[in-house]
């Protein structure tokens, strides 16, 4: 990842840019990001400027052989650490970063380096677990920080997430980051500092990230779906809450999108037909039943997004249904489905849809029986729909 390609402001990069010029550049730095920051790729564009053969003032070359490592995140002196837990397939007493490492790399360079925290989660199947940058790491970090650097430039550490760092692996690098070896830089990033030992905070200088514009937003979503018109890309910034993940998530031709699509349509139309008092091959309850079993083996963080992605298109309905069409933007498949509904709900039966999700968004949060909640709103949603006596 070269600076040009890093999607936060200039000042930021001349900022980091500057202290390496000048020598002064922290042995231990604290990026504190934003959701939706491209702070991943910036902690990764510096370790390349620090390692690479043929640097410029402003970037790394991108072309020797340390910079090809870097793009792979493959170079032998980039160590990469991120929260992990025990899965299906390792024991939590064994985890560690370095047993995810495929899959970490995998999911960053799937997606340009901006990666958020629930995303991970959910790739690592730790969804209902406190994935954490444990002990184990600490150790396989203090074994490398006594050798050298393996191309004999810097070696870099990237403690992606730190603030979800152990204590006790936290307590175990106190010493490293208050004396690193010489040519030895640690990149801490964390989006909520507050949660760090101040044992940690206080042996690193903090490097803030200010919020993306929603001009850049706009920008950086043009450039990676040239196909994209200005108006949805402006449309999409607007409900990007500054965070360029959740912009990019909201790009109309995402599969996931398809398929929340798609078990939302069954599931309502299960509800109106149901609500109607349709032939029981329409209501389908089997049917029903089949897809809340499916909804209930997500993880919780993908049945949140789930609900979410519900909640949202729920919300673009009631829009829609009070005749405000030019705030909403729409794919065709969703359109479609809204023309195959739209008969059978009313303003209100939406909006009471709409709260319904918020409730049972906030009893999946607070772990409540996924499957309970599902069905819950099947026959809370069918009472909204059905003609009122
Ligand atoms: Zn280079």
Redesign the pocket.
């Known amino acids: 990842m070269q600076f040009k390609d890093v999607l936060v402001p200039q000042e930021l990069k001349d900022q980091l840019l500057q202290q390496i010029h000048d020598g002064r550049i922290s042995h231990a730095q604290l990026f504190h990001s934003q959701p939706g920051n491209h702070s991943f790729a910036l902690a990764v564009a510096m370790g390349?400027y620090l390692c690479?053969?043929?640097?410029s003032e402003t970037d790394?070359?991108?072309?020797?052989p340390?910079?090809k490592q870097f793009e792979k995140l493959e170079h032998p002196d980039l160590h990469l650490y991120f929260p992990n837990c025990g899965t299906d397939k390792i024991d939590s007493k064994d985890c560690e970063s370095s047993l995810f490492l495929k899959e970490f790399r995998e999911y960053a360079l799937a997606n340009n380096l901006h990666i958020d925290l629930p995303e991970w989660i959910s790739i690592l199947g730790g969804a209902n677990k406190k994935p954490a940058i444990n002990v184990r790491d600490a150790s396989r970090i203090l074994h490398f920080n006594s050798m050298r650097a393996y191309a004999g430039k810097y070696k870099v550490y990237i403690l992606w997430r730190a603030d979800r760092l152990h204590p006790d692996c936290g307590q175990k690098l106190l010493k490293t980051l208050e004396e690193p070896e010489e040519n030895s830089i640690f990149i801490l990033i964390a989006e909520e500092p507050e949660y760090m030992l101040p044992t940690i905070l206080s042996r690193t200088q903090t490097v803030k990230f200010p919020r993306l514009s929603n001009e850049a937003i706009e920008q950086a979503l043009l450039k990676e779906h040239p196909d994209l018109s200005p108006e949805v890309a402006h449309n999409i910034t607007l409900h990007a809450d500054h965070n360029y993940i959740k912009a990019r998530r909201s790009y109309p031709n995402d599969e996931l999108a398809a398929q929340m699509l798609d078990t939302f349509q069954a599931f309502t139309q299960g509800v109106v037909a149901y609500a109607q008092r349709q032939p029981l091959d329409k209501v389908n309850f089997k049917g029903t039943q089949d897809l809340i079993n499916d909804m209930t083996s997500l993880s919780k963080e993908d049945l949140r997004q789930h609900l979410l992605f519900w909640q949202d298109l729920s919300r673009k309905f009631l829009l829609m249904k009070a005749g405000n069409d030019q705030l909403v933007m729409l794919t065709d498949a969703e359109k479609e489905t809204y023309e195959q509904l739209k008969s059978a709900f009313t303003l209100r039966s939406v909006s009471q849809l709409n709260e319904a999700l918020n409730v049972a968004l906030l009893h999946i949060v607070r772990n409540g029986n996924p499957s309970l909640i599902l069905t819950d709103l099947y026959f809370q949603f069918a009472s909204f729909l059905m003609p009122k006596k």
């Open positions: 390349q690479c053969e043929h640097p790394s070359c991108g072309e020797c340390s910079c």
